[in-house]
């Protein structure tokens, strides 16, 4: 009872919150419309601010160490489920690329398409250069576009090979891919972060999501790198950003 009680409060909070900073942030877009950075940087803070209310609501309890990057460039990381990108959105204000199912979801599809989502379906490699040149541009317009080089979600206690597809806005442009490590842990007496937190075993979204919510909470650790790197080779610089990931505490030693 306590445990669907909290889910029960926890979705209409969330819900409340994004539908009024999202009616905010719509005030607020004719003001800064013809200033495109001003328009980026609006679009920005409600996105941080909704994240991290958002984080808090769901019971995450975010721990940051190393210096928090900043556009124009790419964001790198690990990846175990959808609350990566809600953590490093709180964090940095990032946009990112996601799954195409994601534009279609109610609510969620909406307003992940107006705080700038670029995305990509998965399998399909006519889409891939469309997509380069989207997450080019928007680098271009100064943005940090985070996406997870591995490709899918995994349990947290692995680091899958990186594909370098996507670095490729990095080493047209010279520009810098900032590396970034993400671990999870629930409290005693929950079930762990691995699969309570990632979200890469086939369960819908709506299942999993209400598992998160009846969790008591959850600690939240990014570890960004010291120093972004720069290459010309996309594959050279998705190996090396997969060895900066490892080493910053993604995943125990291979």
């Known amino acids: 009872m306590i445990r669907r009680l909290r889910v029960g409060v926890r979705l209409c909070a969330i819900l409340a919150v994004t539908v009024g900073l999202y009616a905010l942030w719509n005030l607020g877009r004719p003001f800064v419309a013809r200033d495109r950075d001003a328009s980026r940087r609006w679009r920005e803070s409600s996105y941080r601010r909704w994240a991290r209310t958002t984080a808090h ?6 721990t940051v160490r190393g210096p928090v990057p900043t556009g124009p460039g790419l ?3 690990n990846h175990q489920g959808w609350v990566d990108i809600l953590f490093l959105a709180a964090e940095t204000g990032a946009v990112f690329v996601s ?6 979801w109610p609510l969620i599809g909406r307003a992940a398409t107006s705080m700038g989502t670029l995305y990509v379906r998965r399998g399909d490699k006519r889409e891939l250069g469309v997509l380069q040149r989207a997450i080019a541009d928007a680098i271009d317009a100064g943005e940090l576009v985070g996406f997870f080089p591995e490709g899918t979600s995994t349990d947290g206690t692995r680091l899958l090979e990186f594909k370098p597809s996507l670095f490729e806005a990095a080493t047209s442009r010279g520009r810098p891919v900032h590396c970034a490590a993400l671990r999870y842990r629930t409290r005693s007496g929950d079930p762990p972060a691995s699969t309570a937190v990632a979200w890469g075993d086939g369960r819908a979204f709506l299942e999993h999501a ?11 650790e990014v570890v960004f790198a010291d120093e972004p790197l720069y290459g ?3 594959k050279d610089l998705a190996r090396e950003a997969e060895a900066v990931v490892r080493k910053l505490g993604a995943s125990p030693p291979p």
């Open 99 to 104: 799954k195409a199912e994601v534009r279609d």
């Open 57 to 62: 609501l769901v019971g995450m309890r975010r």
């Open 232 to 234: 010309t080779d996309r």
């Open 210 to 220: 209400v598992g998160l919510l009846g969790l008591r909470g959850f600690d939240a």
């Open 75 to 77: 964001l790198v990381a």
